[in-house]
């Protein structure tokens, strides 16, 4: 079982990154997926989530990343994704995905596996 972050990079600001999360062993669709992220001398930041309630799918986002990143996921490829556009300088983290048997309202405490982390680095 395993969970697997990339994609991460060193880009200027201004520009885009698409981070992966691929999941092995386990069927990343049954779970709500969420990206966090911890930048440097900072507590680790939820910055989005995607759960299915009813058979439909519910995004939800920080107010620091709204609207520049979008959450996906591809059942097919037991992925999702978070799409960066508009990446500052103040978005420069070692970035993490997890899954929980939860929705994304309780996450936290239904964590039942994390990704290893890739770091974003955005220059001015």
């Known amino acids: 079982v395993q969970l697997q972050a990339s994609g991460g990079g060193s880009v200027q600001s201004g520009d885009s990154l698409r981070l992966s999360c691929t999941a092995s062993g386990f069927a990343l669709g049954d779970y709500a997926v969420a990206w966090f992220r911890r930048a440097p001398g900072k507590e680790r930041e939820a910055i989005s989530c995607i759960d299915d309630s009813d058979g439909y799918s519910q995004y939800f986002y920080a107010d620091s990343v709204k609207g520049r990143f979008t959450l996906s996921r591809d059942n097919a490829k037991n992925s999702a994704f978070l799409q960066m556009r508009s990446l500052k300088p103040e978005d420069t983290a070692v970035y993490y995905c997890?899954?929980?048997?939860?929705?994304?309202?309780?996450?936290?405490?239904?964590?039942?596996?994390w990704g290893q982390g890739t770091q974003v680095t955005v220059s001015s």
């Open positions: 997890a899954v929980a048997n939860s929705y994304c309202s309780s996450f936290g405490p239904n964590i039942v596996h």
